[in-house]
């Protein structure tokens, strides 16, 4: 069966600090992958999603960035932090041979900046 | 342009009652749409989804929904509310083509009473 990994689980990071997330898929081959960002425990803000390796499109103009280096592996970057990066981030992907594709969530971040 | 409404931002039942989150959407063409609970500080998991045919899904935790084609509306349903599914609940859409990525609405926060 397919698992989605996040880590850490929860960060605290000084503002202008950089900022590395990962997320990992296990049990598939080739998904579409999505970061999310959650505010306030309430409404998804989707970042950046990946249909392949080094195949990065992004939603909201911001101060983060996305890179996907293997098949199974996305990555949120930041040189320099701001307070409003403070947040939820979700990672999820969908299987392409499900009609139509459900997403599935990984376990989450929890990010503040200080 | 994809659109998902939760005009409800807090739905209150006792346990034991029938609960009802409601959900209404707009999309051009045939709607997938999805429901989804996120338990605090967890990532958001898949409850159930319509694709076509039946206008009642049945999804997990005795969860169900009921598309409505006329009224553009897929409420989540349970016959008996219990303590633990107090949680917050996404309803989400996409559309029939490819390439067209999930709308989540807002979110509702459901609260079960003892």
């Known amino acids: 069966s397919q698992t989605i990994h996040q880590w850490p689980a929860t960060l605290v990071q000084p503002v202008g600090s950089p900022l590395s997330l990962e997320c990992t898929v296990e049990?598939?081959?080739?998904?579409?992958l999505y970061w999310y960002r959650q505010a306030a425990g309430r409404g998804l803000q989707l970042l950046f999603y990946s249909v392949g390796i080094g195949q990065i499109s992004s939603e909201v103009p911001q101060n983060l960035s996305a890179s996907r280096p293997q098949d199974r592996q996305f990555i949120l970057s930041s040189k320099k932090l701001l307070l409003s990066d403070s947040g939820f981030y979700l990672c999820?992907?969908?299987?392409?041979?499900?009609?139509?594709?459900?997403?599935?969530f990984g376990p989450g971040t929890r990010l503040l900046v200080l | 342009a994809q659109s998902v409404a939760q005009p409800e931002d807090q739905v209150n039942v006792a346990e034991g009652n029938p609960l009802t989150v409601k959900c209404t959407y707009s999309v051009s063409g045939n709607p997938y749409l999805f429901w989804y609970v996120q338990y605090p500080n967890r990532g958001l998991q898949f409850l159930l989804k319509y694709i076509t045919g039946d206008n009642l899904v049945k999804g997990s935790y005795g969860f169900e929904a009921e598309f409505n084609k006329s009224q553009t509306s897929f409420h989540l349903k349970k016959p008996s509310a219990l303590v633990s599914d107090s949680a917050l609940y996404f309803c989400a859409v996409r559309r029939e083509d490819y390439g067209q990525n999930f709308v989540f609405g807002p979110g509702t926060r459901l609260s079960v009473l003892p």
């Open positions: 049990g598939t081959s080739n998904p579409n």
């Open positions: 999820a992907w969908e299987e392409l041979a499900e009609a139509p594709e459900t997403q599935y």
